[in-house]
């Protein structure tokens, strides 16, 4: 497979080259900033959503032992399982990689689907979506889907099965909010992806001028 993924130092590589992530890119562009949360309420919060996570996907993978779940989580999962019953939204994909070669960036998307009926790209929260901007993160997991879809390689049938079905690929969020109820977001904007991928750019941009200056004054202090 042409994608890989380093979970340890959360690291894609693409074709052998080392791409940035999508959150990556949304970091370094400065839309995801948490440096002013103290970083014991911030740790606090990424283990929470990481057990989050890890429980919805293996309820979505049917291997959720609820005796390992957290009473302080299940609100939240019980959010997600309220959002699937209430929009009888039917997984196709959870938990899917993507990437693109055109832009070079990867991403793990949460789950893909469809929603009362309709081809629909989710991402739960449990924090507030707009602070990691998930108007930008799902159109990018989409359009790489999007361009996965063309590429012929074997390891992508999964993504032409997906895309089969009729309609656009809808975007949305899901709140997982410790009241149990779900809020779920829609994103409409067609410029989100373009907005996506110039953040991409100046991230390839900056980078590339820091690697000129810093060769510079190596070569000046020889």
């Known amino acids: 497979m042409s994608l ?42 990424r283990a929470r959503g990481s057990r989050v996570h890890a429980a919805i996907h293996y309820y979505n993978e049917g291997d959720l032992n609820w005796d390992t779940v957290d009473d302080k989580d299940r609100p939240r999962i019980n959010a997600w399982l309220t959002f699937l019953q209430q929009r009888q939204f039917q997984i196709l994909k959870a938990e899917f990689r993507v990437y693109s070669r055109r832009y070079g960036y990867a991403g793990t ?17 449990c924090g507030e979506p707009e602070d990691v901007a998930a108007d930008l993160q799902t159109a990018a997991y989409a359009g790489a889907l999007y361009e996965m879809g ?22 949305l969020s899901i709140q997982l909010r410790r009241s149990g109820i779900p809020k779920v977001d829609p994103y409409t904007n067609p410029r989100d992806f373009r907005e996506f991928v110039a953040l991409v750019e100046a991230r390839r941009i900056v980078e590339a001028r820091k690697g000129y200056f810093k060769a510079w004054l190596h070569e000046s202090a020889a």
């Open 109 to 125: 998307g949460d789950v893909v689907g469809l929603l009362d009926g309709r081809l629909a790209l989710a991402d739960f929260k």
């Open 150 to 171: 063309s590429d012929p390689a074997p390891a992508n049938d999964w993504v032409r099965d997906v895309l089969a079905h009729k309609g656009p690929l809808q975007r």
């Open 4 to 45: 890989q993924f380093e979970p340890a130092s959360h690291t894609y590589t693409l074709d052998g080259v080392v791409v940035p992530s999508v959150t990556g890119v949304l970091k370094a562009s400065g839309l995801i900033d948490f440096s002013q949360i103290p970083p014991s309420i911030l740790e606090t919060a």
